[in-house]
């Protein structure tokens, strides 16, 4: 199994600024992946964050507003840009690796934007 | 119609109660995980089939492939049981873990 943790849990913003969650994985994986769940909500796969190269973004979410890092097998980093009211969800940062499909979820960040 | 439908969408129950969740899907799937998300927003994984049956402590997920349905049955249900239920599929075929999620259940239980 893999140990996830993300920094900050909770944060209350204000409109047009940006936050930088950090997603830190206790061990190498292969895949990490970065999702939103609004109120009341599914989740949603906003990306997969690619070691060395660029995000790999779903339909609806674009690199300006969510640029997403991945410098190294253990550790990510997702922006949320410029924001307004809608972008309060949680943030979830997930990891998968390996032949099987087990995936791994961190205890998320609940973002609050006034 | 979601590709993940999951009923009931809220459950209370009394201590000790028998809980069943259900998870109907309507995609071919390589693997369907059941998940449980507390009040902070936190994840954990509970279980992850692709056929058969599983058990670990109180709680049990079947799934049936032809159906396309899965279970995740709580005995002897306990309070701090209380939490959301959340079903996802990963759907066959398709290189990068994707999941599609259901919309959870809530689940309470009363002492």
């Known amino acids: 199994s893999a140990v996830i943790s993300q920094k900050p849990s909770r944060d209350i913003c204000q409109r047009g600024t940006s936050l930088t969650i950090q997603c830190q994985v206790d061990?190498?994986?292969?895949?990490m992946f970065w999702y939103r769940q609004q109120p009341g909500q599914s989740l949603t796969l906003i990306a997969t964050a690619n070691q060395g190269s660029e995000a790999t973004y779903e339909s609806g979410f674009v690199i300006d507003k969510f640029p997403i890092s991945r410098p190294n097998l253990t550790f990510s980093t997702l922006t949320v840009s410029n924001m307004s009211p809608e972008d309060s969800s949680i943030y979830l940062c997930s990891v998968s690796g390996g032949l099987s499909y087990e995936q791994y979820f961190g205890p998320g960040t609940r973002l609050t934007v006034t | 119609k979601n590709e993940v439908e999951q009923s009931p969408q809220n459950l209370t129950a009394q201590e000790g109660e028998f809980i069943t969740i259900n998870c109907s899907y309507s995609?071919?799937?390589?693997?369907l995980h059941w998940l449980q998300q507390h009040p902070g927003g936190g994840i954990v994984s509970l279980f992850m089939?692709?056929?058969g049956k599983k058990k670990h402590g109180r709680l049990i997920a079947t799934i049936n492939i032809q159906e396309k349905h899965s279970s995740l049955h709580i005995t002897a249900s306990h309070p701090r049981d209380s939490a959301v239920y959340i079903c996802?599929?990963?759907?066959?075929?398709?290189?990068?873990?994707?999941?599609?999620f259901g919309k959870g259940t809530l689940l309470t239980v009363n002492p």
């Open positions: 996802a599929v990963k759907n066959s075929g398709g290189s990068n873990y994707k999941l599609t």
């Open positions: 061990s190498q994986v292969t895949m």
């Open positions: 995609v071919g799937i390589s693997a």
């Open positions: 089939l692709s056929s």
